[in-house]
């Protein structure tokens, strides 16, 4: 593909070279449905290089700063227009524009208006360009380097082999993360899970950010587990704190991995494992969530899980156990929490007062599905109606925080971000359809696109095929394939008797609280929509008042036809009054992390000091100081 001005009307219009067939050309119609403005540049390069490849262009207007450098080649055989246009949106003049040609001449002008086409020469540049040198800038977030700090080694499992249809890899969820002080010395320490076939480890924090691996036997003799979920928390009421870990993935095999371990602290910090077995799910555990929700003095305890093994897109259970005292659990779901059933493919979990009756509420997301608050009234969890309920989406995480300082808390989730191969809406959706399409006792899961009511399948013909092979007696093109809505591939009654799971939003937001199940929803800044949240903290990074989020995430398990989500490096958002959250540069703000962020936790030394943890998949964590 290749684009330019072709019709010289300030827009880039689209020409993509098609194999075996003519060219596309697509005309950008933006001059005459939107009122925005351009600046076009025409460059006049030296004899060597008279189309000027390389040259340099920043433009200064409103305010606004665009930097954009002449590199016309960026597709297999194509060239892009050797003209340069740039988008101005509303504005109607440039303050001045600085070109800064590729042996570093440069030329400044000023006072341009827009929609105009501005010739550029070489011979015209009498100056050298040198760069201005950065004030030393203090960054917001200071990474503590720690050479005590041993990598996530994820196990290598292919779940495409076993769910031909599903999207991504649901057996690399890890590491599992969990903050508390294990030894009383007033440090928070901190739990990290291993892969299958990895020891866990439990770091002791020794006081400035500084954390050292504390080995312990118990944990190597359960590295069969993949650990996805944790908490450090009083499971048996005698005054330190003990640890659930929860085991998920997605590998086909013994049903004693999948479920979640209490292991006791003897006090000192040394962990040995409960006798008693905690109910066995068989389900990939994303969340573990404890809190004492009879208020009888111990700590209760949700399980959240985020599939079916081998059965993607079936909603699992989920426990809701209840603490009997001395770290005996009993499952009380039907009984205390019966409206869990309908929590769908739970992601992450947490208790907040949603409500304002000084009880904590169980506040769960999921995939395809929608932020959802159980009500907690002292005898039982029942689910809230809110306006949460429209909300469905791929939902990673969920943190409560008084955003906007007026005494209840707002929610912050982390969804798939905007930068997708699939584009849903509210009006046009992404939906999987849950069903065995084939006959042969094995479930398939089929993702469409809705566009003008119609479902169209977002499989390759041949990745379609493959899984239920009965569509090969349709015997067709991928011309034809490309055309047919699922109701043309199977008859109607198919999809009346399927399971359908949809997502609308794709957007990372704020959820602000109203009262009264009212949320009013706001959407995070375009950078932070570049790829999927998975992990979120707040915190007043700035000292300024008002909390600031500190967001990562990225997700590199997709289908190559599907694209992975990688373009997250990490996001802190600075807050205000008027809770417009600004993106805050990578120099600034500290905190730069390219890889797959599963979660942002903060924790203290005993002096006070905040730090928060990046649990990273299949390398090292890392840590940042908050204030330095």
Not at 160 to 188: H, M, R, T, V
Not at 376 to 394: C, E, H, Q, T, V
Not at 395 to 416: H, I, K, M, S
Not at 556 to 575: M, T, W
């Amino acid at each position: 593909a290749a684009y330019g001005d072709l019709d010289n009307d300030g827009d880039l219009d689209l020409v993509i070279n098609n194999v075996n067939m003519v060219s596309f050309i697509y005309e950008n119609q933006t001059d005459s449905l939107t009122e925005n403005h351009y600046l076009k540049l025409r460059f006049e390069g030296p004899e060597k290089n008279k189309f000027a490849v390389g040259t340099a262009v920043n433009l200064y207007y409103d305010n606004n700063v665009v930097y954009q450098e002449l590199i016309p080649s960026t597709g297999f055989q194509s060239s892009m227009d050797y003209e340069m246009t740039i988008g101005l949106g509303k504005a109607t003049s440039v303050d001045s524009l600085r070109v800064i040609w590729p042996d570093d001449k440069t030329q400044k002008m000023e006072n341009l208006e827009a929609d105009q086409t501005v010739n550029l020469s070489y011979s015209e540049a009498r100056e050298v360009y040198t760069p201005a040198k950065p004030d030393a800038i203090k960054p917001l977030l200071k990474e503590v380097e720690n050479s005590n700090l041993l990598a996530h080694e994820e196990n290598n499992y292919n779940d495409f082999d076993y769910e031909g249809l599903i999207y991504k890899l649901l057996s690399q969820e890890g590491p599992a993360l969990a903050i508390g002080d294990i030894n009383g010395d007033g440090n928070e320490d901190v739990f990290l899970g291993g892969a299958a076939g990895q020891e866990a480890m439990l770091y002791e924090h020794t006081g400035n950010g500084n954390i050292r691996p504390m080995r312990q036997s118990v944990f190597n003799e359960d590295r069969t587990y993949e650990d996805t979920a944790a908490a450090i928390f009083d499971a048996d009421g005698d005054g330190d704190m003990d640890l659930m870990v929860g085991a998920g993935g997605n590998q086909v095999g013994d049903e004693r991995t999948y479920r979640a371990r209490l292991y006791l602290n003897d006090g000192k910090g040394k962990f040995s494992k409960s006798e008693q077995q905690l109910p066995s799910t068989f389900k990939n555990i994303s969340t573990i969530a404890p809190f004492d929700y009879d208020d009888d003095g111990d700590m209760d305890v949700f399980i959240g899980s985020r599939s079916v093994v081998g059965t993607y897109g079936v909603d699992p259970d989920h426990l809701f156990l209840e603490n009997l005292g001395n770290a005996e659990f009993k499952d009380a779901t039907e009984r205390l929490a019966y409206d869990l059933k309908d929590a769908g493919m739970v992601t992450n979990a947490i208790w907040a007062d949603m409500d304002g009756d000084s009880r904590k509420d169980l506040v769960t997301v999921s995939e395809w599905g929608t932020p959802r608050i159980f009500r907690n009234s002292g005898r039982r969890l029942a689910k809230m109606s809110s306006s949460l309920d429209s909300l469905d989406g791929l939902w990673n995480v969920v943190e409560a925080a008084d955003l906007d300082n007026d005494g209840d808390l707002d929610l912050v989730l982390g969804n798939q971000g905007a930068n997708l191969h699939y584009k849903p809406t509210p009006a046009n959706p992404m939906k999987m359809w849950i069903n065995d399409f084939d006959g042969n006792g094995t479930i398939e899961q089929i993702v469409t696109l809705s566009e003008n009511g119609k479902d169209y399948p977002l499989h390759q013909k041949k990745e379609l095929t493959n899984q239920i092979v009965s569509l090969k007696k349709q015997n067709l093109k991928a011309s034809e394939y490309a055309r047919k809505t699922i109701g043309e591939l199977w008859p109607k009654s198919v999809f009346e008797n399927s399971i359908m799971k949809k997502s609308g939003t794709s957007e990372s937001v704020i959820a602000i609280n109203e009262g009264n199940g009212k949320f009013k929803i706001k959407t995070l800044p375009s950078r932070v929509q570049l790829s999927c949240v998975c992990g979120i903290s707040c915190a007043d990074v700035n000292n300024d008042g008002y909390l600031d989020l500190i967001m990562g995430g990225n997700n590199f398990e997709f289908k190559p036809q599907f694209s992975r989500l990688d373009a997250n490096y990490g996001n802190v958002l600075l807050g205000n009054k008027e809770l417009d959250f600004k993106w805050e540069g990578y120099n600034k703000s500290g905190f730069f992390i390219r890889d797959e962020i599963k979660h942002i936790k903060q924790f203290k030394d005993r002096n006070g000091r905040a730090f928060v943890i990046a649990a990273l998949n299949d390398t090292k964590p890392k840590i940042y100081s908050l204030d330095d």
